[in-house]
C-alpha cells in the first residue's frame, strides 16, 4: 500500500489539477481567491494575508514523493471615496502556488482585482459589492521524474529507455477573467449578514501541454454566506457555507464559528475563535443520483486569534473519506496570517465591512 498510494494520489492529483481549482478549509483567509467582490471588504486601509496548505505529508513522509503544497499571498486597499457617498473602492493583488507530487505538477498564479462597495442607506451599514478580476496562469510539470511502461527493461525501470510518447512543454502560460457580487449588512451592533456569489474562468483558457486547443479550464461557480449574532456575554456565533462547482466537481462546506470578544464594547476587535466544518463532495452532475450524490470528505477543525490587526488560523482537515484506510484520517493542514491596517493621518472613514 505504501508503493501504490503514491502513485494514486498523483494521478487524482493531476486529473484534479486539469480541471479543478486547489481548495482551501480557510477560505475567508483568501479573500480575493474566493470573490473578487471581496476586494476592499475590511475595515482598515489595507489588508495582507498569507494562507499555506500541506496534505498528505504524513502518508508520504517515508516516500519520494513530497507532500502536496498550495499557497496563496495578496494584498488589497479601499479608498475613502466612491461615486457617491459612503462608497469606497477596492483593489488588490494576490499570488497563487500550487504543486503536487513527485511530478511537480501545478501552477503559478499572479492576478489583480478591483471591486465598487455601493451604499444602500444613509447610515452605510448596507452595502452591495460588484468585482472584477484578472490572472496570468503558469502551469507547469517536471516530465523527468515521470516513469512509463516503456522504460521497464523487464527486470527494472531503466530511465535511459526511451519514453515513446509525444511530450511537447513542460510549462506554458494562460489568463482569465473573473466576476462577483457579495451583499452585506449590519443589523445591529454584533449582528451581521452576508452573502456573495462569483464565477472564476469566464473566458475559459485552453489548458493541455500538447496544445490541444479544445481542452479548456471549467469555469468555477461560487457561492458564500454567514451570519454573525450574540449568544451571551461575550460569546458570538457566526456559522457559514461555501459550495463550489467546477466540471464535474461539486464541493459544499458548512461551519461555524464560536468567538469570545476581549472587549465586548468592541464587537469588531480583537477575540479569539474555535470552529468546525463539514466538508462533502459530489461527482458527476449528468450522472444518475446515485453517483452523484453528495458524500462526507473531511472534518475541518479550526482555531485562530485577533489580536491588534492581526489575525493567526490554523486549520486541520480529518478525512472521513472511503480514502481512510490509506490516510488513517489524517488529511490536510492550514495555517494562515492577516494583517489589516489603518493610515495614521487618513484613517477608513466610510463604510462598514463584516469580519468573516
Same mark, same amino acid.
Given at each position: 500500500?505504501?508503493?501504490?498510494?503514491?502513485?494514486?494520489?498523483?494521478?487524482?492529483?493531476?486529473?484534479?489539477?486539469?480541471?479543478?481549482?486547489?481548495?482551501?478549509?480557510?477560505?475567508?483567509?483568501?479573500?480575493?481567491?474566493?470573490?473578487?467582490?471581496?476586494?476592499?471588504?475590511?475595515?482598515?486601509?489595507?489588508?495582507?494575508?498569507?494562507?499555506?496548505?500541506?496534505?498528505?505529508?504524513?502518508?508520504?513522509?517515508?516516500?519520494?514523493?513530497?507532500?502536496?503544497?498550495?499557497?496563496?499571498?495578496?494584498?488589497?486597499?479601499?479608498?475613502?471615496?466612491?461615486?457617491?457617498?459612503?462608497?469606497?473602492?477596492?483593489?488588490?493583488?494576490?499570488?497563487?502556488?500550487?504543486?503536487?507530487?513527485?511530478?511537480?505538477?501545478?501552477?503559478?498564479?499572479?492576478?489583480?482585482?478591483?471591486?465598487?462597495?455601493?451604499?444602500?442607506?444613509?447610515?452605510?451599514?448596507?452595502?452591495?459589492?460588484?468585482?472584477?478580476?484578472?490572472?496570468?496562469?503558469?502551469?507547469?510539470?517536471?516530465?523527468?521524474?515521470?516513469?512509463?511502461?516503456?522504460?521497464?527493461? &523487464? #527486470?527494472? %525501470?531503466?530511465?535511459?529507455? =526511451?519514453?515513446?510518447? !509525444? /511530450?511537447? +512543454?513542460?510549462?506554458?502560460?494562460?489568463?482569465?477573467?473573473?466576476?462577483?457580487?457579495?451583499?452585506?449588512?449590519?443589523?445591529?451592533?454584533?449582528?451581521?449578514?452576508?452573502?456573495? &456569489? #462569483?464565477? %472564476?474562468?469566464?473566458?475559459? =483558457?485552453?489548458?493541455? !501541454? /500538447?496544445? +490541444?486547443?479544445?481542452?479548456?479550464?471549467?469555469?468555477?461557480?461560487?457561492?458564500?454566506?454567514?451570519?454573525?449574532?450574540?449568544?451571551?456575554?461575550?460569546?458570538?456565533?457566526?456559522?457559514?457555507?461555501?459550495?463550489?462547482?467546477?466540471?464535474?466537481?461539486?464541493?459544499?462546506?458548512?461551519?461555524?464559528?464560536?468567538?469570545?470578544?476581549?472587549?465586548?464594547?468592541?464587537?469588531?476587535?480583537?477575540?479569539?475563535?474555535?470552529?468546525?466544518?463539514?466538508?462533502?463532495?459530489?461527482?458527476?452532475?449528468?450522472?444518475?443520483?446515485?453517483?452523484?450524490?453528495?458524500?462526507?470528505?473531511?472534518?475541518?477543525?479550526?482555531?485562530?486569534?485577533?489580536?491588534?490587526?492581526?489575525?493567526?488560523?490554523?486549520?486541520?482537515?480529518?478525512?472521513?473519506?472511503?480514502?481512510?484506510?490509506?490516510?488513517?484520517?489524517?488529511?490536510?493542514?492550514?495555517?494562515?496570517?492577516?494583517?489589516?491596517?489603518?493610515?495614521?493621518?487618513?484613517?477608513?472613514?466610510?463604510?462598514?465591512?463584516?469580519?468573516?
Amino acid at each position: 500500500m505504501k508503493k501504490v498510494l503514491p502513485i494514486i494520489l498523483i494521478l487524482v492529483a493531476m486529473l484534479k489539477a486539469s480541471a479543478q481549482d486547489p481548495h482551501f478549509s480557510q477560505f475567508y483567509m483568501s479573500p480575493l481567491y474566493l470573490n473578487p467582490a471581496m476586494t476592499g471588504a475590511f475595515d482598515g486601509n489595507y489588508r495582507i494575508t498569507g494562507l499555506f496548505r500541506g496534505q498528505w505529508g504524513s502518508i508520504l513522509r517515508d516516500e519520494q514523493t513530497p507532500m502536496y503544497r498550495t499557497y496563496t499571498f495578496s494584498a488589497d486597499f479601499r479608498t475613502n471615496k466612491g461615486f457617491g457617498k459612503g462608497d469606497a473602492f477596492g483593489f488588490g493583488a494576490n499570488f497563487i502556488g500550487d504543486q503536487a507530487g513527485e511530478s511537480k505538477f501545478g501552477y503559478n498564479v499572479g492576478g489583480l482585482a478591483l471591486a465598487y462597495h455601493k451604499s444602500l442607506n444613509q447610515r452605510n451599514t448596507n452595502y452591495l459589492a460588484i468585482g472584477f478580476s484578472s490572472q496570468i496562469f503558469q502551469q507547469t510539470i517536471d516530465f523527468s521524474h515521470l516513469q512509463f511502461g516503456s522504460q521497464w527493461d &523487464g #527486470s527494472a %525501470y531503466n530511465s535511459l529507455l =526511451p519514453t515513446n510518447e !509525444f /511530450l511537447v +512543454d513542460n510549462k506554458f502560460m494562460y489568463w482569465d477573467i473573473n466576476a462577483g457580487l457579495m451583499w452585506y449588512m449590519k443589523i445591529s451592533k454584533r449582528t451581521s449578514v452576508y452573502v456573495g &456569489g #462569483s464565477v %472564476y474562468h469566464l473566458n475559459r =483558457p485552453a489548458i493541455s !501541454f /500538447l496544445g +490541444d486547443k479544445n481542452v479548456k479550464l471549467n469555469m468555477k461557480i461560487v457561492g458564500h454566506g454567514g451570519i454573525r449574532f450574540p449568544l451571551k456575554g461575550r460569546f458570538d456565533m457566526q456559522p457559514k457555507f461555501i459550495v463550489m462547482s467546477q466540471g464535474q466537481s461539486l464541493e459544499l462546506i458548512l461551519a461555524t464559528d464560536f468567538r469570545i470578544l476581549f472587549e465586548e464594547r468592541y464587537p469588531d476587535g480583537d477575540h479569539f475563535k474555535v470552529g468546525a466544518m463539514f466538508r462533502m463532495v459530489g461527482g458527476d452532475p449528468n450522472a444518475p443520483w446515485r453517483d452523484k450524490r453528495m458524500v462526507g470528505e473531511s472534518v475541518v477543525l479550526n482555531a485562530g486569534v485577533v489580536w491588534r490587526g492581526i489575525e493567526l488560523g490554523v486549520a486541520y482537515d480529518i478525512n472521513v473519506s472511503q480514502l481512510i484506510s490509506g490516510s488513517k484520517s489524517q488529511g490536510g493542514f492550514e495555517v494562515g496570517l492577516a494583517y489589516i491596517g489603518k493610515w495614521k493621518k487618513r484613517g477608513p472613514q466610510t463604510i462598514y465591512c463584516p469580519r468573516f
